[in-house]
């Protein structure tokens, strides 16, 4: 973001009742038993006190509260974020208990690494002091077609907000309104208004699931890698033949929320000879193509470089060509293989045979899955990763290309798991959603917390219409969020017998009629038996 307007100081019955609020919190015995988020909150919120929001990143906040060392790197570890998001949910259990009649509340809006002291009702949003604020490093048709189901209620996600670019222009009266009448103290938005937090009961999630003997590589790369889910990639091993790039590939990839693991790779490789413990494995290959396509020094595109994938000696990709897969360069393309097993040798054997140009891949993900089935596919809008109240994670999101990410804070109604509505994805968007061969069941979750009289767009029905498709086939037409359930209040839509298309994708797109599309997450089913 460019420079933001500073907000004049706080007066002084305002700090007193923050810091207040503060000792509070600090005091409960929601944070009694969790020193680390008392030490993050403190650090943060002296931040603020002293005007110095500009200064916490992630960085500051590894280095300063969480013992990391001077070269700590936030592209390879993600402990600032899951910690962040932690607290972030501790505040909201804290409020929905024992804090619930507080007139003022701290907040921690998503996407951001600074507090927000908000009076209860207070709608007004506030921008930030002391310069740049940080922000969290956040076709065919199928032979049938699919079967629309309404689901039960849903998982309660977050909406984002579409009419930043007409308020940008009166943020600064607004906050400064909103310092002398509502008392706030300040708290900048990138593009969403604020609203009081719905309060979430699910447990934060662990900076790494528990041990699955999954086996994740990053190509070409020397070193360790936490992703958005946190996940621990290894440094490349295991490989026959190949090098790795000069310098790392351009930094921008699309349809992936870690580009780390596309910006290296190993190109001109024979093989990867990964040892593996007996048993049944989905197999997940990651590509880009950097080198040949529009826009790049070499040019070419499609048909520039052209290999074949085996498993163990069996031919599963004829003739890979990234950049036609993928839909261009320098995106994302993942592709995922079922009822996998090691040879009798215990080994693994992915093996790379060239047609024309060098083979390249960037990541190998090896996972204890189900006999003929992929495992599940939760995607939620946010930065980080949920847990909802059956222990199931949902990642951080993925695998989109196009719209914006914004929240609202509104207490989404209909579903008892309302942490999965904190962010959305709105706008023209699509999802390219990785599967191997079969039928699947994708449900996907709303709400309306942008329009209506209770919200901020005000109207009602009529206001937001959009449609979906998957592959080319049409899932629904004008679909209108606020006339079918209300506002506020949790909408699924689940649809059977999705067949991907031959590039081993799931492709939704959200198409807008009236204003924008949105959704907060996905799910995904492999329907085999």
Excluded at 481 to 486: A, D, N, R, W
Excluded at 501 to 529: C, H, T
């Amino acid at each position: 973001m460019g420079e933001v307007a500073q907000v004049v100081n706080r007066p002084a019955s305002v700090a007193d009742a923050e810091r207040q609020e503060l000792a509070a919190v600090l005091a409960s015995p929601t944070f009694a038993r969790s020193p680390r988020l008392v030490k993050l909150l403190e650090y943060i919120s002296e931040k603020h006190f002293q005007d110095q929001d500009g200064q916490v990143c992630e960085y500051a906040i590894a280095t300063e509260v969480l013992a990391r060392g001077a070269d700590f790197d936030p592209a390879e570890d993600a402990i600032a974020r899951v910690e962040i998001h932690r607290l972030r949910k501790k505040l909201r259990e804290y409020y929905a208990t024992e804090g619930a009649h507080q007139a003022l509340k701290i907040i921690i809006p998503p996407g951001m690494y600074t507090p927000v002291f908000q009076q209860e009702g207070s709608s007004a949003e506030v921008v930030p002091v002391n310069g740049k604020a940080h922000v969290e490093p956040p076709a065919k048709l199928p032979p049938e077609a699919p079967r629309e189901e309404q689901a039960g209620p849903p998982p309660a996600l977050p909406v984002l907000d579409r009419q930043a670019p007409r308020r940008r222009s009166i943020w600064l009266a607004v906050a400064v309104v909103a310092v002398v009448a509502g008392g706030t103290g300040a708290v900048w938005r990138a593009a969403a208004h604020v609203d009081p937090v719905a309060p979430p009961r699910l447990p934060p999630p662990p900076l790494a699931p528990p041990p699955d003997n999954a086996i994740r590589i990053v190509a070409g790369y020397d070193r360790k890698y936490v992703d958005h889910q946190g996940h621990t990639w290894l440094p490349d091993r295991y490989f026959e033949g190949g090098g790795q790039p000069a310098a790392p590939f351009r930094q921008f990839i699309g349809r992936t929320s870690d580009p780390l693991l596309y910006q290296n790779g190993r190109i001109g490789l024979t093989a990867y000879n990964i040892p593996v413990k007996p048993g049944n494995y989905e197999l997940k290959l990651h590509f880009v193509e950097p080198v040949y396509g529009p826009g790049l020094e070499t040019g070419g595109g499609e048909n520039s470089r052209v290999f074949d994938v085996l498993v163990n000696g069996q031919i599963v990709i004829d003739g890979l060509d990234i950049v036609s897969d993928a839909g261009g360069p320098l995106i994302a393309d993942v592709r995922v293989f079922k009822d996998v097993q090691p040879g009798p040798d215990g080994f693994l054997r992915v093996s790379f045979h060239a047609k024309r140009e060098q083979p390249i891949v960037n990541g190998i993900e090896i996972e204890p899955a189900e006999p003929h089935k992929i495992n599940p596919i939760r995607i939620v809008t946010q930065p980080n990763s949920v847990t909802d109240s059956r222990g199931q994670v949902w990642e951080a999101d993925n695998y989109y290309i196009g719209g914006q990410a914004s929240n609202h804070y509104k207490s989404v109604t209909g579903t008892q798991d309302g942490d999965l509505f904190g962010n959305e994805r709105y706008g023209h968007f699509s999802y390219a959603i990785p599967v191997a061969p079969g039928s699947y069941t994708g449900t996907m979750y709303f709400a309306e917390t942008y329009w209506g009289k209770e919200n901020q767009g005000g109207g009602g029905a009529g206001q937001r219409l959009f449609d979906i498709y998957c592959d080319g086939s049409t899932l629904v037409r004008g679909l209108d969020i606020f006339k079918e359930v209300g506002p506020n209040h949790a909408l699924t839509r689940k649809f059977h017998g999705l067949r991907p298309s031959p590039q081993g994708k799931l492709n939704f797109e959200f198409v807008p009629a009236v204003n924008y599309a949105s959704v907060f997450a996905i799910e995904v089913l492999d329907e085999g038996r």
